[in-house]
């Protein structure tokens, strides 16, 4: 299983994100910014665990979250199969 991660907005201080960035997570962190990956990291291992999280008014596979410095940065995650894509 796999998530992918997508830059919604980006207003990045350090430059590292621009908006439409994505990524993919197996198992190792993704070249993204260490404040930002501490915050989405509980997401990214429940979905990579099968988990459902809190979207909205309901439980599902994706995420988003904003960047702990002044939410410059909003990110979202969510499953990535490779034969469908995405879920």
């Given at each position: 299983?796999?998530?992918?991660?997508?830059?919604?907005?980006?207003?990045c201080r350090?430059n590292?994100?621009?908006?439409?960035?994505?990524?993919?997570?197996?198992?190792?962190?993704p070249?993204?910014?260490?404040?930002?990956?501490q915050?989405i990291?509980?997401?990214v291992?429940?979905?990579l665990?099968?988990?459902?999280?809190?979207y909205?008014?309901?439980?599902?596979?994706?995420?988003?979250?904003?960047?702990?410095?002044?939410?410059?940065?909003?990110i979202?995650?969510?499953?990535?199969?490779?034969?469908?894509?995405?879920?």
């Open positions: 299983m796999k998530v992918k991660l997508t830059i919604l907005e980006s207003n350090g590292y994100h621009k908006k439409g960035d994505e990524y993919l997570v197996e198992d190792l962190c070249t993204i910014c260490h404040e930002l990956w915050c990291y509980p997401s291992y429940a979905l665990n099968d988990g459902n999280l809190d909205g008014d309901k439980k599902a596979k994706i995420f988003q979250m904003r960047c702990p410095d002044n939410g410059r940065v909003l979202q995650g969510e499953i990535f199969n490779e034969i469908n894509k995405l879920f």
